[in-house]
């Protein structure tokens, strides 16, 4: 064998070896190691990387400490579990050198502030204004010269749009749409229309039709002003006084419409029974407002991840009083977990899951978990998960992750759950800055 058919079996055989390293477990781990954390102050957080190498690990002690030690360099083996204890927040650098000489990596850390919030389970009922007239439908006004037509359609408006303005003043009132359209007409001048679509306002002019069936001026449109129903409390953050729930947006019935909320209430609610999923229909709690003047909060932001707004004491009914840490999206994992949440009148109770899949996700964005329900008594009484469950704040490890969102219609025993960490977010409790680095709202 020459030379040049050596090389060529021996670059072959390197090749080889690397595939193989780069496949194997152990380099696997070893590539997962992360180029930032993100810590809270105070928590004690477990790495685990199995990879049978020793290195020297160099942080700043005051700020982060490594397996309890103090020192400033301290060498670990990769192959047994890290224990990372933030001692206070701000930013700092955690730098791996391999057996003590290599570098190989300069990991970010940031620690933030504690955060705690306590878990809700609670049956709440919703109720919401919306900032101005949804458009939900068109219908035909019978005009006396015999002809059928929609004025609201003939000015351009479509369903989903939201008229904010009418004559150059805000309306939020179905009612005042009414009043206006028969002075209008009356007066045979058009309505000067201000509406949103799609975040963009427009203006256009719409002229009354008088019915001759009704005896009315109409504007052939199904419009309404507010919306109500049921879900469940997420979470009470009390240093904050804010609260989250729902885990997902409140969207119109007809229009499915995100509802831009003008102002609203989550009232006490009691359940009082639950018609069961099944393959295909999904079941949902029946429940009642228990004291009509006994407001929980109000709703300032509908996004979606669920409503949002003040609520000035801790809510009463809850599984524990106590508060509970939360944990950052990556700090979720595939396995054994647990629901809070109602299924007779108002008792919060804790329900076995299992969270079948994780998504990785660096920024906001719904369907962040697949979730099962697997607790036999649960499975009996709803069928899964059911309307109304939306929002029950899923635990695991001791740590308020996420919460439930929606059901799998085909396998109701199955369902989303979005990230606790957007939800407080959107509650303005933990804040993302522009460079990506997150802090709790002062």
Not at 295 to 312: A, C, D, S
Not at 373 to 395: C, E, F, H, N
Request: with cysteine.
């Amino acid at each position: 064998m020459n030379s040049n058919q050596r090389k060529r079996w021996f670059g072959l055989v390197l090749v080889f070896f690397i595939c193989m390293i780069g496949i194997s477990t152990p380099f696997q781990h070893f590539a997962a190691i992360p180029n930032e954390l993100r810590l809270f102050s105070g928590q004690l957080k477990r790495l685990q990387y199995g990879v049978p190498v020793h290195a020297e690990v160099t942080v700043d002690p005051q700020m982060l400490q490594i397996n309890g030690s103090t020192s400033h360099s301290l060498s670990v083996n990769l192959n047994e579990t890290l224990s990372l204890q933030p001692n206070q927040s701000g930013q700092t650098k955690m730098k791996v050198k391999l057996f003590g000489k290599i570098p190989f990596k300069t990991v970010k850390v940031n620690v933030v502030p504690d955060l705690r919030v306590i878990p809700g389970g609670q049956t709440i009922g919703v109720k919401v204004k919306s900032s101005g007239i949804l458009v939900v439908g068109h219908h035909q006004v019978s005009g006396s010269d015999g002809m059928k037509q929609s004025p609201g359609e003939a000015a351009g408006l479509r369903l989903g749009d939201l008229i904010v303005k009418i004559n150059g003043t805000s309306i939020n009132q179905v009612h005042r749409v009414a009043e206006l359209s028969e002075k209008a007409g009356n007066d045979k001048k058009p309505l000067e229309v201000t509406y949103k679509r799609d975040g963009q306002l427009s203006n256009t002019r719409l002229s009354p039709v008088f019915d001759a069936e009704d005896k009315a001026w109409r504007l052939g449109l199904y419009i309404r002003d507010s919306a109500a129903g049921v879900g469940t409390l997420t979470f009470y953050a009390p240093d904050q006084g804010v609260y989250g729930a729902l885990g997902h947006v409140i969207t119109d019935m007809d229009t499915q419409t995100p509802i831009e909320v003008g102002e609203g209430q989550i009232l006490q609610s009691s359940v009082t029974s639950i018609n069961k999923s099944q393959n295909g229909e999904p079941g949902e709690k029946r429940a009642h407002f228990v004291k009509e003047s006994k407001i929980l909060g109000n709703v300032e932001r509908n996004t979606p991840f669920g409503i949002f707004g003040k609520m000035n004491e801790v809510p009463t009914h809850s599984y524990s009083a106590n508060s509970m840490p939360v944990a950052f999206a990556e700090d979720v994992k595939e396995g054994p977990a647990q629901i809070l949440t109602v299924v007779n009148g108002q008792k919060v109770e804790r329900f076995d899951i299992e969270v079948v899949h994780v998504s990785k996700q660096t920024g906001p964005a719904t369907k962040g978990m697949v979730i099962k329900i697997t607790d036999k008594r649960l499975l009996s009484k709803t069928g899964g998960i059911v309307q109304g469950m939306s929002g029950s704040p899923i635990i695991q490890d001791g740590k308020l992750v996420g919460a439930v969102t929606h059901v799998f219609v085909n396998d109701p025993s199955s369902g989303y759950g979005c990230f606790i960490e957007w939800m407080l977010q959107d509650a303005g409790v933990l804040l993302k800055s522009a460079n990506g680095k997150i802090g709790e709202a002062a």
